[in-house]
């Protein structure tokens, strides 16, 4: 590409965002604008932390109109499964609303969208599921997301989604996936319940921010299915973790999904086949053992700093 990139990052805070500004921050030249709900230093004049909550559309659109964005990356989404199963209206205006008025911004301002969904999207019925499955959301949250997807696939902008499932990778202190869960329950001795007939495919931070500069890169279209190399339940994702990180096993107590009584359905078997993202952008994904050594090299580097 000859013309330096422009890129906008929406939901600054969330986990797959901080993979994605360490990425353009160590490997291109490109300009980021990172938008979030609270602004953050850096020491890179080409990446610009701006505080705008994400729902502040007439804010967003000033700054659109004045950066240009050639490309906009949603990340921002009510993520809490639960929490949308009773916190409708909200779920709603994040997840659906908010990406219709994203859409319609990215027309006005001519950017290519590149926007984040889920597996959840899916029933868990016969997962790992290819792009040409039918979606059938069993929660709010999937219905929200399924929404918002189609909000973007109709647009007439160029637009690009990406569902992933079971993002795990290096957080900061206010971030919590789900090693980083069993690694702080570990170190206070709790007890886990953790769930063995829930499977996906968990998937690396760092791999979805590579998808992503090949999606920017090879200006790509429409959906793909971004997930990690292991298909796994929960409980085997669990024992993984303890393996790389030493952890004690006999902390984990293996429960079903039922058990748990939880306000929203799980998809069962969930997960993602990778097959189009592999071959088209040309990841090769991780398997949880490589992305888990990786992600422990990397916590073992920011401690000696
Ligand atoms: N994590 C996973 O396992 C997973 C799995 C499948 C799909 N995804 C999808 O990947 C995307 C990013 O996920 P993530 O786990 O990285 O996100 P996350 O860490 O939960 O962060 C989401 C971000 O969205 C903004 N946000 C928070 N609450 C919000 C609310 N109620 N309404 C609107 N925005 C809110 C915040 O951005 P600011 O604070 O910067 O304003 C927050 O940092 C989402 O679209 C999600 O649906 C994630």
Excluded at 59 to 69: A, C, G, I, Q
Excluded at 141 to 146: H, I, N, S, V
Excluded at 193 to 203: A, K, L, W
Excluded at 253 to 273: C, E, F, I, M, Y
Aim: contains cysteine; charged residues 25%.
């Amino acid at each position: 590409m000859d013309k330096l990139l422009n890129i906008a990052l929406i939901g600054g805070n969330s986990k797959i965002a901080s993979a994605i500004i360490r990425l353009i921050e160590k490997e291109t030249d490109w300009k980021l604008h990172v938008y979030s709900s609270s602004l953050k230093k850096t020491g890179n004049d080409r990446i610009i932390h701006k505080s705008v909550h994400y729902s502040d559309i007439k804010l967003l659109k000033e700054d659109f109109l004045e950066s240009r964005p050639d490309f906009i990356i949603n990340t921002a989404a009510m993520t809490n499964v639960d929490a949308c199963e009773d916190l409708r209206q909200e779920a709603w205006s994040a997840n659906v609303t908010f990406i219709e008025q994203l859409a319609r911004l990215s027309l006005i301002v001519e950017s290519h969208l590149i926007h984040f969904s889920t597996d959840y999207v899916f029933d868990g019925i016969k997962g790992p599921y290819s792009e040409q499955d039918h979606p059938n959301p069993i929660s709010y949250y999937g219905k929200t997301k399924l929404a918002g997807e189609n909000a973007v696939l109709k647009s007439h902008v160029n637009n690009t989604v990406l569902r992933t499932n079971v993002v795990y990778g290096l957080t900061n202190e206010h971030q919590q996936d789900f090693v980083q869960w069993v690694i702080n329950n570990n170190e206070s001795n709790t007890t886990m319940n953790i769930v063995d007939d829930q499977y996906s495919n968990p998937t690396l931070t760092d791999d979805l921010a590579l998808s992503v500069k090949r999606v920017i890169e090879k200006k790509r279209c429409g959906v793909y299915h971004i997930g990690g190399n292991t298909y796994c339940s929960r409980l085997e994702f669990a024992q993984q973790i303890a393996k790389i990180f030493h952890l004690d096993e006999n902390l984990f107590n293996p429960v079903k999904t039922d058990s748990l009584h939880q306000k929203a359905q799980r998809p069962l078997r969930g997960g993602l086949v990778n097959l189009k993202a592999h071959t088209d952008l040309n990841v090769q994904f991780c398997t949880i053992q490589e992305g888990l050594v990786r992600l422990r090299h990397q916590m073992h580097a920011i401690h000696q700093e």
